[in-house]
């Protein structure tokens, strides 16, 4: 027999029982407060053709989409890197690409059925997506996204929902020292044109939103290395900075972006952004304006926001915002559009560190046990009973000693054991142990279901 040493690739993970359990957790919470909202299930392929993934993530993104080779390529001729290939060069090598975020599919399903979608559309999407980054804590090449978006409403309270839906799920999860960080990239225009490097727009969005990766200091250097004079980056640092409390930062920067039209808009709807979420019940203390933030993908048109926690320093948990051209290169007219993201990874990852999960193993409530050969029949016909009621049970499949049978129960912190032996059987009755207090109780067969949803209650 060939021997082939197991492995998986980088970036990559297995989810054993408990790991799958405590993700479970975290999912049916967050697609819980989805359907709550208002919000539909949506499902599209794993693998999209490239032509409508590409030109949609920004020079880096665009780095990171996971191509696939035509059939019948072969790697080793094809003489220089994938990613310096034009796209027009790629159709020779490249068909699909793996999904790299959820949100350009969506836009592709909405241009592809808009006879069969009502607008607004609202929907949330739960499936993993796939980019060629290099794998880090709480980063890796295969990972899940969990999306809400909005289709087909300009209406700022689109924005502000996303925010409240954010809270929400924050706060439901066990989290209570996170900031919602919001923007506009209509502000970071007027910025730019403040400064007069309008031309640069799209270079101070890439070199800003590195900040938490690199410093200060890091995004003086990468914004000196994108042609931008000396200057101008002084010119923006100090509009950058300007802190506070939301009124106070929309009140200074709106004087400084008075004769920008872009700037001012963005501003106007920020205060009518914040103005909703008040009026949503958003807690003040989870959300403050913070002229760095940018979302690096080239796609955002207006508010931008995304959640933070102070410990651990891993980055944004959630990310979104507004994205009213991105449908119009699929359908050739301009439709609004407005979502978030929800990091499922970064928020387990959290949450496991903080010990925020409930320590499941099993969703198993009940094990019936096999005394005997002979008494596989009573133990069968116990279980289906339970499983008929609704009970979640499993049955040891082997007649070993009852001793090994609750020390599996034990290892899977399996609540109930039920047995039933000879003398049990007789009288029509089953022994119930409860694990935790080691307390066994004898009760008729027709008590147990019962017995045991009083105390499942």
Known sequence: MTYIKPSIPKGTRDFLPEQMLRRQFVIETVKGIFEKYGYQPLETPSIEKLEVLSGKYGEEGEQLIFKILKRGTEIDKIGKSIDSYTVKDLSDLVDFALRYDLTVPLCRVIA??????????????????????????????????????????KSLMVDAENIALVDEILSTLGFDKFKIRINNRKILTGIAEYANVI?????????????DKIGIDGVKEELKRRGIPEDAIATLLTVLEIKGEPESVLAQIKDILVNSETGSAGVSEIEQLIENIRAMDVSHDHYAIDLYLARGLSYYTGPIYES?????????????????????????????????????????YVMTQLDMIPETKTKSQVLVTLFSEEMRTSSM??????????????IFFDPKNLKKQFNYANQKNIPYVIVIGPDEAKEDKVSVKEMKTGTQTIIQRSELVDFLNKRFA
Not at 132 to 147: L, W
Not at 199 to 211: F, M, P, T, Y
């Open 381 to 394: 016909t116990t279980i289906q009973t339970l499983r008929s009621n609704n009970i979640n049970a499993e």
């Open 308 to 348: 933070i926690v102070s410990e651990p320093n891993i980055g944004s948990l959630t990310g979104g915002g507004r994205y009213d051209e991105l449908v119009g290169m699929f359908l050739g007219k301009e439709i609004p559009a407005s979502g978030t993201t929800i990091g499922l990874e970064r928020i387990i």
């Open 112 to 153: 592809m059925y808009q006879n069969e979608i009502t607008l607004p559309f609202k929907r949330y999407q739960i499936q993993p997506v796939w980019r060629g980054d290099r794998p880090q804590r709480g980063r890796y090449r295969e990972f899940y996204q969990c999306d809400v978006d909005t289709i087909g409403s």
């Open 199 to 211: 031309e640069k727009e799209n270079d101070i969005s890439i070199a800003i939103d590195k900040l």
